[in-house]
């Protein structure tokens, strides 16, 4: 586990050698709640937040955590088959590795859920430029590692970190 923003999330080895927490960030005071605040939503799906919100966490995150960029997605990703197969969610957003990814759909500007259940956006730590961001689309089929989209759009974040080099003194 490691403790992040206020909170324990269980974290895993991909097969990219980096360390990933294995379900979405949960941190309503820098994130759009899911629908009504449900409180049950919010531990299976996490919150949404803006591109400039996750920069924003990014500042707070410690011990080599950070939102991962679109290299540590696209480095992730090789993995898998071309679909990135491996880590579309089966039934309780399981997958081989353990990374956890469910469908929690995005959020709208006007604040309305849309693609529950159906798609998952992940933002990267990557910008685009001043109105645009390069983000993680999953759905149940493909992983489309390479978009970008509106930052102002209320999508899921994950944290990584590279792993110490063991035999560093």
Same mark, same amino acid.
Request: proline share 3%.
């Given at each position: 586990?490691?403790?992040?923003?206020?909170?324990?999330?269980?974290?895993?080895?991909?097969?990219?050698?980096?360390?990933?927490? *294995? #379900?979405?960030?949960?941190?309503?005071?820098? +994130? @759009?709640?899911?629908?009504?605040?449900?409180? !049950? $939503?919010? /531990?299976?799906?996490?919150?949404?937040?803006?591109?400039?919100?996750? *920069? #924003?966490?990014?500042?707070?995150?410690?011990? +080599? @955590?950070?939102?991962?960029?679109?290299?540590? !997605? $696209?480095? /992730?990703?090789?993995?898998?088959?071309?679909?990135?197969?491996?880590?579309?969610?089966?039934?309780?957003?399981?997958?081989?590795?353990?990374?956890?990814?469910?469908?929690?759909?995005?959020?709208?500007?006007?604040?309305?859920?849309?693609?529950?259940?159906?798609?998952?956006?992940?933002?990267?730590?990557?910008?685009?430029?001043?109105?645009?961001?390069?983000?993680?689309?999953?759905?149940?089929?493909?992983?489309?590692?390479?978009?970008?989209?509106?930052?102002?759009?209320?999508?899921?974040?994950?944290?990584?970190?590279?792993?110490?080099?063991?035999?560093?003194?």
């Amino acid at each position: 586990f490691a403790y992040l923003l206020g909170r324990y999330y269980p974290v895993g080895i991909m097969p990219d050698g980096k360390e990933w927490i *294995e #379900s979405n960030v949960n941190y309503p005071l820098m +994130g @759009w709640h899911h629908a009504n605040n449900d409180y !049950f $939503k919010r /531990l299976k799906y996490g919150t949404f937040h803006t591109f400039d919100m996750c *920069e #924003s966490i990014n500042r707070k995150l410690e011990d +080599g @955590w950070r939102i991962p960029t679109q290299t540590d !997605f $696209k480095d /992730l990703l090789r993995f898998g088959d071309r679909s990135g197969q491996f880590l579309l969610p089966s039934e309780g957003g399981t997958d081989e590795f353990g990374l956890g990814i469910v469908f929690g759909g995005w959020c709208d500007n006007n604040g309305i859920i849309q693609g529950q259940g159906v798609r998952a956006n992940y933002w990267s730590g990557t910008k685009n430029n001043s109105i645009r961001a390069r983000h993680t689309l999953f759905d149940r089929y493909l992983v489309y590692y390479h978009t970008n989209t509106h930052r102002h759009l209320g999508f899921s974040a994950r944290c990584v970190r590279n792993l110490k080099n063991i035999t560093d003194k």
